[in-house]
C-alpha cells in the first residue's frame, strides 16, 4: 500500500503528543500536507501549526474561519484523560470536537473522510444511551448544567467514559449525514497507549486496570494506532461509514467474550 494519503490536506488536532503526533509524522512522511492544532506549541512534523484551545467556543470558531479550504481529512483527536475537571474535559472530547468538525464540514472536499479517536472506555455506550440523546444539542454553555443532571462528573472517571460512548454513538448517528458529497466519518477506539496521559488512566481505574493489566500483553504505543487512522482517511475506505475500529490489543473482544458467555 503505498501513496494512499499521499497529497491529501489533513487536519489533525491534538499534533503535539501521543497519538496525535504519530499520526501526524506518519501521514507527513507519506506525503500529506498535515495542518497540526493544539493547545500547545507545535513541532516540525506538520505542514502549517494552528494554536487553539478547543474547549473554547469562540477560539474554534476562530480556527474554522483560519483554516483552508480543500481539507481532505479531519482527525478528532485531542483528548484529556479522565483526571481533568468534567466540564473541561467534556468541552474538549465532545462539544468542542463536534462544534470544529460540523463548522468544518463546508470547506471539507468532497469524499474528504473523518476519523475520531474514541477508546475502549466507550464500550459501554448501549448503557447510556438516555444520556447520550440529551447531549444531542449540547453546547459549551450547558455543560455545568449537564454534568449534574446527568451524572457525568470525573467521579470514576465517568465523565471521560461518557464524552467517548457519546462520541461513538454520533459517529454512528452520521454514518449518512454528508453521503450526498462522500464525506465520511468513523472511529478509532484505542486501548490502554503508552502516552503521556497513560498514568491518569491507570490511577482513575484503580483495582480494574490490574485486571486490564492481567489480560493485556503489552500497553499500545502511538504507532499501533496512527497507521489505522491513515487507513482510514485513504480513499480505499470510502465505504465504512459509521463505525468503530478498536485497536487494543483484544481487549474488547475479551469484553464482549466474557459479557456473552463465550
Ligand atoms: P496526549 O496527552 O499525549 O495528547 C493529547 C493532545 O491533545 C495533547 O497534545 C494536548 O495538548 C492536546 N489537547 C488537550 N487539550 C486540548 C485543547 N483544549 N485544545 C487543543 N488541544 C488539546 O494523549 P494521547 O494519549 O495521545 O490521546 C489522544 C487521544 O487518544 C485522546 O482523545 C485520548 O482520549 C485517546 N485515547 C488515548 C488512550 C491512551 O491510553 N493514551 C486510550 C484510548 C484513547
Given amino acids: 500500500m503505498r501513496d494512499i494519503v499521499k497529497g491529501k490536506r489533513i487536519v489533525v488536532t491534538g499534533s503535539s503528543s501521543g497519538i496525535g503526533l504519530?499520526?501526524?509524522?506518519?501521514?507527513?512522511?507519506?506525503?500529506?500536507?498535515?495542518?497540526?492544532?493544539?493547545?500547545?506549541?507545535?513541532?516540525d512534523h506538520v505542514e502549517e501549526f494552528y494554536r487553539a484551545d478547543l474547549s473554547d467556543g469562540a477560539t474554534v470558531n476562530a480556527l474554522i474561519d483560519v483554516l483552508p479550504e480543500g481539507v481532505d481529512g479531519l482527525v478528532n483527536n485531542a483528548?484529556?484523560?479522565?483526571?481533568?475537571?468534567?466540564d473541561k474535559l467534556l468541552a474538549v472530547n465532545l462539544v468542542g470536537l463536534k462544534h470544529l468538525t460540523l463548522g468544518l464540514i463546508p470547506k471539507l472536499s468532497d469524499g474528504a473522510s473523518i476519523v475520531n479517536v474514541a477508546s475502549?472506555?466507550?464500550?459501554?455506550?448501549?448503557?447510556?444511551?438516555?444520556?447520550?440523546?440529551?447531549?444531542?444539542?449540547?453546547?459549551?454553555?450547558?455543560?455545568?448544567?449537564?454534568?449534574?443532571?446527568?451524572?457525568?462528573?470525573?467521579?470514576?472517571?465517568?465523565?471521560y467514559?461518557?464524552?467517548?460512548?457519546?462520541?461513538?454513538?454520533?459517529?454512528?448517528?452520521?454514518?449518512?449525514?454528508?453521503r450526498d458529497r462522500g464525506i465520511r466519518m468513523n472511529c478509532v477506539s484505542p486501548g490502554p497507549v503508552d502516552t503521556p496521559i497513560l498514568g491518569d488512566f491507570l490511577k482513575t481505574l484503580g483495582a480494574r486496570?490490574?485486571?486490564?493489566?492481567?489480560?493485556?500483553?503489552?500497553?499500545?504505543?502511538?504507532?499501533?494506532?496512527?497507521?489505522?487512522?491513515?487507513?482510514?482517511?485513504?480513499?480505499?475506505?470510502?465505504?465504512?461509514?459509521?463505525?468503530?475500529?478498536?485497536v487494543d490489543g483484544g481487549m474488547s473482544s475479551n469484553l464482549m467474550c466474557g459479557m456473552h458467555g463465550l
Fill in 22 to 43: 504519530e499520526t501526524a509524522r506518519v501521514l507527513t512522511e507519506q506525503g500529506a500536507e498535515v495542518l497540526g492544532v493544539d493547545i500547545t506549541k507545535g513541532f
Fill in 79 to 86: 483528548g484529556l484523560p479522565p483526571t481533568q475537571p468534567a
Fill in 120 to 159: 475502549l472506555a466507550g464500550f459501554g455506550w448501549p448503557g447510556a444511551t438516555d444520556a447520550i440523546k440529551a447531549a444531542d444539542d449540547l453546547g459549551f454553555e450547558g455543560i455545568g448544567e449537564f454534568i449534574e443532571r446527568w451524572k457525568v462528573s470525573s467521579e470514576g472517571g465517568r465523565s
Fill in 161 to 178: 467514559f461518557f464524552s467517548k460512548e457519546a462520541l461513538i454513538v454520533w459517529t454512528m448517528r452520521n454514518r449518512w449525514t454528508w
Fill in 209 to 246: 486496570a490490574e485486571e486490564d493489566r492481567r489480560i493485556m500483553d503489552r500497553p499500545g504505543a502511538p504507532r499501533d494506532i496512527a497507521p489505522v487512522i491513515m487507513f482510514l482517511l485513504s480513499d480505499m475506505t470510502s465505504w465504512i461509514r459509521g463505525t468503530n475500529i478498536p
